[in-house]
């Protein structure tokens, strides 16, 4: 029988227990060993809630541990570096949420340390796993699309739309120098690069705070310096050229997240708001809506 995959989490917040339900449900190889938040109680009800037997204040304790093989890193922005450099000179492979760190330097390191000590370094972009994207990324490969002349989309949500919202994301202290492109951006950047096999190799942006003050209900009022919205112009290695548009002030939108890829032969469209569809379009035929299904799909998904 082979021995299961000793896993410890580094966080016990949304994304923490997302992640380690998920384990849970779909994984039989992996074991779940310790939770480590410097918020005792919230690591204590998510490790009684799920049956984790061990819970500690100090994420030290499950570096250290030689019985831990993967670390999950689901801290704030600005822990993702610290905690993942450390895991991986323990030996440690790791998961983390991303940004992988807030800064290209930092994530230049730890991609560097990951290669040399033979470490799994990951990053949960976790939108490349819908069906209709995983499909999306066969019909390019395969070239249905021919070569790719264009890209667009947007995310957008209404988080953020009120002078009185606020949370830890508008707090460079911990979320870095970026809001809405680090925390929404990140994603869709990486759907496109993914999917196209091509990266990005040139950028414009234009970047602006509409609410540089915000006034949440009994807190002291603070400055915000991050962006809110943030509009940019992309350019792939194979020459395509896109744009993208990102903010937490669109009233009404939740996850609106749009990706349009049009080619020399057809155009690719996803949205959301409509995960299980995917629009083909093409110039000499009918326009097609793929649903999500096994027997349509491509084998490869």
Same mark, same amino acid.
């Given at each position: 029988?082979?021995?299961?995959?000793?896993v410890?989490?580094?966080?016990?917040?949304?994304?923490?227990?997302?992640?380690?339900?998920?384990?849970?449900?779909?994984?039989?190889?992996?074991?779940?060993?310790?939770?480590a938040?410097?918020?005792?109680?919230?690591?204590?009800?998510?490790?009684?809630?799920?049956?984790?037997?061990?819970?500690?204040?100090?994420?030290?304790?499950?570096?250290?541990?030689s019985?831990?093989?993967?670390?999950?890193?689901?801290?704030?922005?600005?822990?993702?570096?610290?905690?993942?450099?450390?895991?991986?000179?323990?030996?440690?492979?790791?998961?983390?949420?991303?940004?992988?760190?807030?800064?290209?330097?930092?994530?230049?390191? +730890?991609?560097?340390?990951?290669?040399?000590?033979?470490? /799994?370094?990951? #990053? %949960?972009?976790c939108?490349?796993?819908?069906? *209709? =994207?995983?499909?999306?990324?066969?019909?390019?490969?395969?070239?249905?699309?021919?070569?790719?002349?264009?890209?667009?989309?947007?995310?957008?949500?209404?988080?953020?739309?009120?002078?009185?919202?606020?949370?830890?994301?508008?707090?460079?202290?911990?979320?870095?120098?970026?809001?809405?492109?680090?925390?929404?951006?990140?994603?869709?950047?990486?759907?496109?690069?993914?999917?196209?096999?091509?990266?990005?190799?040139?950028?414009?942006?234009?970047?602006?705070?509409? +609410?540089?003050?915000?006034?949440?209900?009994?807190?002291? /009022?603070?400055? #915000? %310096?991050?962006?809110?919205?943030?509009?940019? *112009? =992309?350019?792939?290695?194979?020459?395509?050229?896109?744009?993208?548009?990102a903010?937490?002030?669109?009233?009404?939108?939740?996850?609106a997240?749009?990706?349009?890829?049009?080619?020399?032969?057809?155009?690719?469209?996803?949205?959301?708001?409509?995960?299980?569809?995917?629009?083909?379009?093409?110039?000499?035929?009918?326009?097609?809506?793929?649903?999500?299904?096994?027997?349509?799909?491509?084998?490869?998904?």
């Open positions: 029988m082979t021995e299961k995959i000793q410890a989490f580094v966080g016990a917040g949304m994304m923490a227990a997302i992640q380690l339900r998920q384990l849970l449900r779909l994984y039989r190889d992996v074991e779940i060993v310790a939770i938040d410097t918020n005792l109680q919230a690591a204590e009800a998510l490790a009684e809630e799920t049956g984790i037997p061990s819970v500690t204040e100090d994420y030290r304790d499950l570096i250290t541990d019985g831990v093989d993967v670390i999950h890193n689901c801290t704030p922005n600005h822990l993702h570096h610290p905690i993942t450099l450390e895991a991986l000179q323990a030996g440690k492979h790791v998961f983390s949420e991303k940004p992988l760190a807030t800064d290209f330097e930092d994530g230049q390191e +730890l991609w560097e340390v990951a290669s040399e000590l033979n470490r /799994e370094l990951g #990053v %949960d972009f939108y490349r796993y819908y069906p *209709m =994207l995983q499909e999306a990324a066969a019909r390019v490969q395969r070239r249905d699309l021919g070569d790719i002349l264009m890209f667009t989309g947007h995310w957008l949500e209404d988080s953020l739309l009120y002078p009185t919202d606020y949370c830890w994301r508008l707090n460079s202290a911990y979320t870095g120098p970026s809001n809405a492109l680090a925390d929404l951006g990140s994603h869709w950047f990486d759907l496109v690069q993914w999917i196209t096999g091509e990266r990005i190799v040139e950028v414009i942006a234009d970047l602006h705070t509409v +609410l540089d003050r915000r006034h949440p209900t009994g807190q002291p /009022e603070p400055v #915000v %310096d991050l962006v809110d919205i943030g509009s940019i *112009m =992309l350019k792939l290695e194979g020459g395509g050229r896109g744009t993208f548009l903010s937490k002030m669109a009233a009404g939108r939740k996850c997240i749009d990706l349009q890829i049009y080619g020399s032969e057809q155009g690719l469209t996803w949205q959301h708001d409509n995960a299980p569809k995917l629009w083909i379009g093409q110039r000499d035929l009918p326009n097609q809506v793929l649903e999500e299904s096994p027997l349509l799909q491509d084998p490869s998904t």
